[in-house]
């Protein structure tokens, strides 16, 4: 595990077609604001249609990916940070902040609460650009105002956003949530269309439609996911963590795992395990 304290901003405009292939889970946290054009977001298992001004928070290790929405082009603004960067809160009050729940969540801002958070964006890419003296301090500061305001954002709009529900999309929720349940079994996408009644070529197609990801690319995130928590909580065998999360070997679960985490498994239990 790192030690030295991650913090990121950053600002990109993307024109046409475009979906994120980048790592879909990892060990920070995640500010995600959506400055213009339309996405698709899959977060806790479901998706949503993005508008201007939406504003999500992804908690570490849960995993998401955001899609095209029509070929419209699109701006946005990402951060990202880790425990390390935010140790300093730790001890000062600060127990009631959304990362501390474990969640993951989307918030649709008024048009006045969407000023107060691109101001503080803003401020943030500008004084990382600038990086003066007491910069990392100055970020952490702009950064628990921004968790404060999400929070009371959320607070005063408890009714949460709902997610996309087509007939296809409830189809795949199912199909998520079976894969969620019996991700340790050796499942096949033959098996997994005859459950639901589909034809696999339609199952491929819907799932990554829906979700960004392919129904195995899905599978093997579950799985691995699964993987790190046994690796850092518990002292069983690696084999033995392989099959207990559906792998068929122990050479196709350190080869997946480290296309996954950039880490080997043992790597990863002598960094992380508690």
Request: proline share 4%.
């Amino acid at each position: 595990m790192s030690t030295t304290p991650y913090f990121a901003v950053e600002q990109i405009k993307r024109t046409g077609h475009f979906n994120m292939d980048s790592d879909h889970f990892h060990e920070s946290y995640e500010i995600y604001y959506l400055l213009s054009g339309e996405r698709y977001y899959y977060i806790n298992d479901r998706v949503y249609a993005l508008q201007v001004g939406d504003l999500l928070f992804i908690n570490k290790n849960h995993l998401h990916r955001t899609t095209s929405k029509g070929r419209s082009s699109h701006e946005r603004i990402l951060v990202n940070f880790d425990d390390l960067f935010i140790e300093p809160l730790l001890g000062r009050g600060v127990g009631e902040l959304p990362l501390y729940h474990g969640e993951s969540f989307l918030l649709r801002p008024d048009v006045h609460e969407q000023g107060r958070i691109e101001d503080l964006f803003h401020t943030m890419l500008r004084e990382q650009k600038e990086a003066r003296s007491g910069s990392t301090e100055y970020l952490l500061a702009l950064l628990l105002q921004m968790l404060i305001l999400m929070t009371r954002i959320r607070e005063a709009k408890p009714e949460p956003v709902p997610p996309e529900s087509s007939e296809k999309q409830r189809r795949v929720y199912r199909i998520i949530e079976y894969l969620n349940k019996e991700y340790m079994q050796k499942l096949t996408l033959p098996e997994i269309a005859e459950q639901f009644y589909i034809s696999e070529t339609y199952l491929c197609r819907i799932f990554k439609q829906t979700t960004g990801f392919t129904v195995i690319e899905y599978l093997n995130y579950i799985r691995i996911r699964e993987a790190q928590t046994l690796l850092r909580e518990t002292d069983d065998k690696i084999t033995r963590i392989a099959e207990e999360t559906g792998f068929d070997s122990i050479a196709h679960f350190g080869r997946v795992f480290k296309q996954i985490v950039k880490r080997s498994p043992l790597q990863y239990r002598k960094q992380n395990q508690m």
